[in-house]
């Protein structure tokens, strides 16, 4: 049985990939970092299903916690085959300059050293066994860039830009790195969107609509697979098809 770590699983996007990866027969390793009673429901609601689940507390911006939580994973599981970098923190519109470094570097903490913290944990585990598959979540902020979201842009530029170095270092070792981009999906993160605001996104998005989290973790089931092994350093959107 394989084994799939998602990091901020208990909710949103990260909750449905771990539900999914669980129907494809993986173990799941649920990540959090405070919502313990929203991770044992994400396990509950796997197990319920049939799948194998257990939830890990870490900050994936504190490296010693992710190591140590990478250490329980497999142990727990006897392995690792997929990570899943999912967590990762948005700020509320704004322009650039109404945020201050402090702010910005908290961003940079969660989403670009969170991503690498776990990557860094993995891969010496991955590179003995030579195979293994690390799946980042970038958005479409990060190719596009968007404005008012200058931060959160950067930082998930920087996970596209991770991904593609990443991919080419740990190819000869038999182990992929890809990346998602995600368009607007309908989650936690954007529970401040009006119904005006997500209309007059969707007018922007040729399907016309914002997304589920659900279609988002088919493409995660796809890259986990070996349905995908002739596909690396790639960042894929998820996005509706953006006009
Ligand atoms: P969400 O806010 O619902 O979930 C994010 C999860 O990450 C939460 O469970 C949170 O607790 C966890 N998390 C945050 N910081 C953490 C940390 N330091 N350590 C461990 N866990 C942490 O958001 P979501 O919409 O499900 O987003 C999931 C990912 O998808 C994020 O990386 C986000 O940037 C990305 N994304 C989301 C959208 C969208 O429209 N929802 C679009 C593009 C990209």
Known sequence: MKTALITGASRGIGRAIAIRLSQDGYSVAINYKKSKDAAQDVKKQIEELGGKAEIFCADVSDNKQVEKMMKDVIACFGGIDVLVNNAGIALPQGLFTDFDDLTAKNVFDTNVFGTMNCARAVIPYFV????????????IWGICGGSCEVIYSA?????????????????????CVNCIAPGLIETDMNKNLSDDDKKE???????????????VAETIAFLASDASSYINGQTISVDGGMI
Do not use: C, M, Q, W
């Open 128 to 139: 003995s066994k030579k195979s293994g598959k690390i799946i980042n979540i970038s958005s």
């Open 155 to 175: 930082s998930k530029g920087a996970i596209v830009a991770f991904t593609k170095a990443l991919s080419k270092e740990l190819a000869p070792s038999g182990i």
């Open 201 to 215: 996104f969707a007018e922007g998005i040729s399907l016309g609509r914002v997304g589920k989290a659900e279609e």
